[in-house]
């Protein structure tokens, strides 16, 4: 497979399965956009793996696999082709690679975190090391604020996606939070959006935006267009939060997603910073 064709796949996948990453990275020149859509890709064919429907033993090894293959000739999987590419143009960390990989083999490991410690260190392999594998494309050293960026958004996620992740046999939220906040597993379950349940995720949503604004101050080490992209992620998922507590964090009965007009007036916002 050509380098070309292998970029022509992971854009196309980007744009399809990632909506608010594709508004973010339309806003690159052309070699930055591709090895970013080149990250996005591989991080995405891991999520996939770890929540897929394959047994567990068979998940766990096919991401090992993952492991390996970072190492290895990308031979003909387009993700692989491009990636390898990328990180011949871009000095991409290996370790934030792999620490992608052993995100998603936590996800088959381990479904409750008792505290926030806990979620932080896994929120850092599946975003952070997301955040530190971009800058580097970006073309900053700023990598601490890149993975604290990376952070914010995965809390956001996890805000986002409570439901979906309960259906995986997942609780993200920490176990001493929910304890502390008076929420049970059996509220999750029944999606039950009373006082108890409205204050612990008041409370994760400041944490987040806390996150959030201390990763955004990447912006000032990125050169424009960078910034624009970045702008706009971070718009894009701040907008998400802001839906999420207009709606007095029920996020249980229908998917909180942001319209294309939105997300427009969102990317215009980042490329006039």
Request: charged content about 25%; aromatic content about 8%; some cysteine.
């Amino acid at each position: 497979m050509t380098v070309e064709a292998a970029y022509a796949e992971v854009e196309r996948l980007t744009r399809r399965e990632a909506r608010n990453f594709a508004y973010g990275i339309m806003v690159l020149p052309r070699p930055k956009r591709q090895a970013i859509a080149a990250i996005y890709a591989f991080a995405r064919q891991v999520d996939d793996l770890a929540d897929g429907e394959l047994p567990v033993v068979e998940k766990r090894t096919r991401l090992r696999e993952l492991h390996a293959a970072l190492d290895l000739a990308p031979g003909e999987d387009a993700i692989l082709v491009a990636l390898a590419d990328a990180r011949s143009r871009y000095p991409i960390p290996d370790h934030a690679l792999h620490d992608l990989v052993d995100g998603g083999l936590q996800d088959t490991e381990q479904d409750r975190y008792a505290d926030f410690v806990e979620l932080h260190g896994y929120c850092q392999h599946v975003a952070g090391a997301v955040g530190i594998a971009c800058v580097a494309v970006y073309g900053s050293e700023e990598v601490e604020r890149a993975a604290t960026l990376g952070v914010a958004l995965q809390l956001i996620n996890i805000a986002r996606d409570v439901r979906e992740d309960w259906e995986l046999g997942r609780v993200y939220l920490p176990q001493d939070e929910l304890s502390a906040y008076g929420v049970s597993e059996a509220d999750i379950a029944a999606g039950r959006v009373g006082a108890e349940w409205r204050a612990l995720m008041a409370f994760h949503a400041s944490r987040a935006r806390a996150y959030l604004d201390d990763g955004l101050q990447l912006l000032s080490s990125l050169d424009a267009r960078s910034s624009a992209c970045v702008a706009t992620f971070a718009g894009l998922y701040r907008a998400t939060l802001d839906r999420i507590e207009a709606r007095g964090f029920d996020v249980f009965e229908s998917s909180v997603r942001l319209s294309p007009l939105t997300k427009l007036r969102i990317v215009g916002a980042g490329l006039l910073r």
